[in-house]
Every structure is written in structure tokens, then in C-alpha cells.
């Protein structure tokens, strides 16, 4: 990966919507080029995904908590439980597999505390192998979706 590569992540994580045509303008490349550049980053999955980033407030997702999880056990099949049961709760946004005391982050999202109550217990609580959770209520967030740095010289 060069410096090319780099600016149109770069400029693509700020603005997924841009046409190649604009993205070849700004990064100096031929339209063809840069097409074909672009076709490498996401064949190597440097690119995985486009999306668009909404506001969790305006579809109703404004309670933000942190849920910290430890396993009963370690044992393999009781992890691949619980992850692949973890994938199907669309309120959990992120979930991250930690080394140290805890095991898992969960970055949660519901309505309101009494929604984020009920899911706790009746749904995180039950998953495959939970030992303990903690929760942590997010009162603001600061950093948000942050683009990856891309220029590493």
C-alpha cells in the first residue's frame, strides 16, 4: 500500500459518497487508475464495506451503555455460543473479545433504561456461559467513529 493508496482511503472514509471520477481529481490519478485502485483496496479488503453513519437519537437510539461480560468458563464451545449468539442482538453495536479480567466489551444502544434493563436481563443476562456483567452508562460521547489515521510517516 503507497501513499495513493492511503489518500483515497484517506478521503473515502470521510466521504463514501464521492464519485471516482472526483476521488481520481483529488488524490492526481486517471480516472482509470484510480478505478483500478480502488478495485485493488476492496479485493484485499482493505475496503470491507460502505455504509452511511446516522444519528442513534433520531431512530430512537439515545440510552448508550457499556456492558462488560465474564465467562462461567473458557471453554471453546461455550465462547462460540456466546459469540454467535451475541451476533443476533441488533442492539449490541460493538463486542469486542478482551484479554485480562473481563472477557467481552459490549457497546449497547436502546431507547431508553428500561429498555436497555429488559435487554440486560432478559436477553444478555441468558446468553451461553455469562458468569457476571457490569454496565456503565455513557453520559457523552467525545470521539465517535473516528476515520482510521492513514498517513503513518
Do not use: W
Not at 46 to 75: C, H, M, Q, W
Not at 83 to 92: F, K
Not at 134 to 140: D, E, F, G
Amino acid at each position: 500500500m503507497d501513499r495513493l493508496d492511503r489518500k483515497i482511503l484517506s478521503i473515502l472514509q470521510d466521504d463514501g459518497r464521492i464519485s471516482t471520477t472526483d476521488l481520481a481529481s483529488e488524490v492526481g490519478l486517471s480516472l482509470s487508475s484510480c478505478h483500478r485502485r480502488l478495485k485493488d483496496l476492496e479485493s484485499t479488503k482493505a475496503i470491507t464495506n460502505y455504509r452511511a453513519i446516522i444519528d442513534p437519537t433520531k431512530v430512537g437510539l439515545g440510552f448508550e451503555a457499556l456492558v462488560f461480560v465474564s465467562l462461567k468458563t473458557e471453554e471453546r464451545d461455550t465462547i462460540l455460543a456466546f459469540e454467535r449468539e451475541l451476533q443476533s442482538i441488533p442492539n449490541v453495536i460493538l463486542a469486542q473479545r478482551l484479554f485480562g479480567e473481563v472477557d467481552y466489551l459490549l457497546r449497547v444502544r436502546t431507547n431508553d433504561i428500561d429498555a436497555f434493563a429488559a435487554l440486560r436481563d432478559d436477553v444478555l443476562s441468558n446468553l451461553p456461559g455469562v458468569g457476571k456483567m457490569n454496565s456503565t452508562l455513557v453520559m457523552k460521547n467525545i470521539v465517535v467513529d473516528r476515520a482510521y489515521p492513514t498517513d503513518l510517516g
